[in-house]
């Protein structure tokens, strides 16, 4: 049988990432650019007039002091969401890490939030949160005699979205969690032990440090779970509201697209979501391994 | 020979397969944003229409919200595949006049199918007046309702208030309430006395009820567009302090925004009085005599010393998408002069709590002792009837009426979180409505 020389063929490589181009074109490509074109176009509803208006959509959004509450807003959010998700995610995930009898049972039910859809989730937490028939108010007030306007209060609801977001996705952070803590040797803690360390040390000296590669890519991971898919919490739990107050970048995008019907203005703010991402990609890229302890 | 037969029957099968696909109806489809019970209803009144036409086959389709239906149908018209039918929310009224995609609905009837023994003042009023714009309707009433205010007529006695005296006025709504109010020994509100969800369309209500326009241009029923709103002014303004006011001393429960927080406030006693729409009449009366109360219905109140303007009719219309043949279009009005008839319009009325839009039924529902058996679906329709016949209950008309509701919204939020006065929220609302009429009306100059 003869030696397939493929240096020969010139055509070879780019016939090999052919199928993967023309996915990525037809689904990614196309529609950002697309997105790009329509931006640049006011277009009214049903597509009967398509004026073009240059860079005016995005004028239009910068100078709009809600759209940059908005950002700022969203800032905020994902910040919040993502160290707290975080941490609440390695705490938990060190527990379910023992050698309990039935863990397997706990580490189930600290996944399941991460396999329900975002809208089974907040309306969960409408439930929970209702001020007429909830369980946290019921509790609130036996316990310390406070009823809290979850919903209704603008502070208020912005917390109760970043608990719903973080409750989501803590299942998905632990199973991260989970598999680097075990892919720490045992040795590493034994000679840790050996020297005399306790186990906050052991924690802050050994686990931290050693999970940093699997937590930098959960807070890249988080960020963009964040930004696109705290989208049905917020939908089903807020609306954006109270007085804007949950009204983050995606929602407002949504509302502009489906429910203000200016697709123009929408197309914009996802070119700015595009390269807000492009950039946290790119730090990812690289900044991903200084300061990130590989063993 | 038995052989022979059963290849008979296969070959007579075959030619009948092929005799009826030659012979198939014409397919109609029709979206609606009808869910749960009320799409039942809808699903039997199809299923009626299509035994009793044979020609012509209506597929009904639930699209999700009203907001949804309105988003998929642009999706279709773009796409190329857009209903026949569909079902749009009366606040889409000028987004779908300005779409170049419907035909009127008279248009329809008049000049396609040629029907004349269509009656077309067979609609109350009050209904066609809100669809009728350029002198024609343009759009097929179908579920329709006004807001009224239900109070629970067994707390009135309790507290010492006449059951058959509601509150009038916005002064007597608050001393209503005040009395109506329980607290328990902590000073924690055991009981509202009036609860009302954030929902824009409650706003819109009340300034029609002081006989007040919502945007310039008579409701931008007028000369041109509707380009400035008035919701700086004095009947949205006193309407939103008054929410304030209440609020703010506790005998106002805020259930946040949209219908159920409030609904199930008051359905499950928490608030004794509260303002919801006129499709909720019979689940409401059958909620109280289920718990034991009875149920009492009013006009909405307003501000002492204000002529009483009326409501605005609310709900949804049917609309025809033009791009289809004529035989098809032929058969959508069918579809839709069948369900402005009598039996269909009674159905839909005793069944679903929306209004029936035809005279027919409603003198059929007085015949049949209906309206003295349910005294509450009377004082739905009376306020309706008796509203004042001017563009202020006639309803705006506004392109990016889904929009304006938001901001309205937003800035009942903004005052009953503290953050602004009404007025200095509604100037801002004002302001950002104009903003949003002019950008819309720069597409159409």
């Not at chain 1, 039910?109 to 989730?121: C, G, K, L, R, W």
Request: proline share 4%.
């Amino acid at each position: 049988m003869k030696e397939q020389d493929y240096d020969s063929h010139f055509s070879v490589p780019y016939l090999l990432i052919l199928p993967s181009m023309i996915i990525l074109t037809l689904f990614l490509y196309w529609p950002t650019i697309q997105s790009v074109i329509l931006s640049l176009y006011r277009t009214a509803p049903f597509g009967s007039r398509r004026i073009y208006s240059g860079f005016d959509n995005y004028i239009n959004l910068f100078t709009d002091p809600v759209y940059r509450a908005s950002l700022v807003r969203s800032a905020v959010f994902v910040l919040i969401t993502i160290f707290g998700g975080l941490a609440v995610s390695l705490v938990l995930s060190v527990l379910v890490n023992q050698k309990l009898k039935g863990i397997k049972i706990y580490r189930t039910i600290f996944f399941i939030p991460y396999a329900i859809s975002p809208t089974v989730a907040g309306s969960l937490w409408v439930f929970l949160l209702n001020p007429v028939a909830g369980h946290i108010n019921y509790f609130l007030d036996l316990l310390f005699n406070v009823q809290v306007p979850w919903l209704t209060n603008g502070f208020f609801a912005f917390i109760a979205i970043i608990i719903a977001t973080i409750w989501k996705n803590m299942g998905f952070n632990i199973i991260f969690f989970l598999a680097g803590l075990q892919s720490i040797p045992d040795s590493v803690y034994e000679s840790a032990r050996i020297d005399g360390a306790n186990a906050f040390q052991i924690f802050r000296k050994i686990t931290v440090p050693l999970l940093s590669p699997t937590t930098f890519y959960l807070i890249i991971m988080n960020i963009i779970f964040t930004i696109f898919q705290s989208f049905g919490i917020v939908d089903i739990m807020t609306q954006g509201g109270p007085a804007d107050a949950t009204n983050i970048v995606i929602y407002k995008l949504y509302r502009d697209m489906f429910v203000n019907f200016r697709p123009g203005l929408a197309a914009a703010q996802s070119v700015i979501l595009l390269i807000l991402v492009l950039i946290v990609t790119f730090f990812h890229f690289k900044y991903g391994s200084r300061g990130v302890h590989y063993q | 020979m038995r052989k022979f037969s059963v290849l008979m029957v296969v070959v007579l099968a075959f030619i009948l397969t092929f005799s009826a696909a030659a012979q198939e109806p014409v397919t109609i489809e029709f979206w609606h944003a009808m869910g749960g019970y009320n799409g039942e209803i809808v699903n039997t009144i199809v299923d009626r229409f299509n035994e009793s036409h044979d020609d012509i086959q209506v597929e009904a389709q639930n699209t999700g919200s009203y907001n949804d239906t309105l988003t998929k149908t642009q999706a279709a018209v773009q796409s190329g595949s857009a209903p026949h039918i569909v079902q749009i929310y009366e606040i889409g009224t000028q987004v779908m006049l300005d779409s170049g995609i419907i035909i009127p609905v008279e248009e329809l009837g008049r000049e396609v199918a040629q029907d004349d023994s269509f009656d077309w003042g067979k609609f109350l009023i009050p209904v066609s007046n809100y669809y009728n714009v350029n002198g024609q309707l343009n759009s097929m009433p179908f579920n329709s309702s006004t807001p009224i205010l239900y109070y629970n007529k067994d707390a009135f006695e309790e507290a010492g208030l006449d059951p058959n005296q509601p509150p009038q006025t916005f002064e007597e709504l608050k001393e209503y309430a005040r009395k109506l109010t329980i607290r328990n020994e902590d000073g924690d509100v055991e009981r509202y006395g009036f609860t009302l969800g954030i929902v824009g369309w409650f706003v819109e209500q009340m300034t029609a009820n002081q006989d007040a326009l919502l945007v310039n241009n008579n409701n931008g029923r007028g000369e041109g567009r509707a380009t400035e709103s008035y919701l700086d002014q004095e009947p949205v303004v006193r309407f939103i302090e008054l929410w304030q006011e209440m609020v703010d001393e506790g005998i106002m429960l805020n259930p946040g925004r949209g219908w159920d927080g409030a609904k199930q406030a008051f359905l499950s006693g928490r608030a004794a009085m509260m303002i919801e729409s006129t499709a909720q009449v019979t689940n409401f009366t059958n909620n109280a005599e289920n718990d034991g109360y009875e149920l009492g219905t009013a006009f909405l109140p307003r501000p002492e010393g204000v002529d009483r303007g009326g409501v605005i009719i609310g709900g949804a219309s049917l609309w025809a998408v033009r791009d289809h043949p004529e035989e098809e279009l032929k058969a959508a009005w069918e579809f839709l002069s069948f369900l402005s008839e009598m039996e269909q319009q009674v159905y839909w009325f005793e069944n679903t709590g929306y209004f029936p839009v035809t005279k027919a039924a409603v003198e059929h529902e007085m015949n049949g002792q209906f309206f003295a058996q349910n005294p509450n679906h009377l004082t739905a329709f009376l306020q309706l009837l008796l509203s004042k016949r001017a563009p202020s209950t006639q309803g705006a008309l506004i392109g990016t009426f889904p929009e304006v509701r938001q901001i309205v919204e937003e800035a009942v939020e903004k005052t009953l979180q503290g953050d602004m006065t009404p007025q200095e929220a509604m100037d801002e609302a004002a302001s950002r409505v104009d903003r949003s009429l002019e950008q819309y009306n720069s597409l159409f100059e």
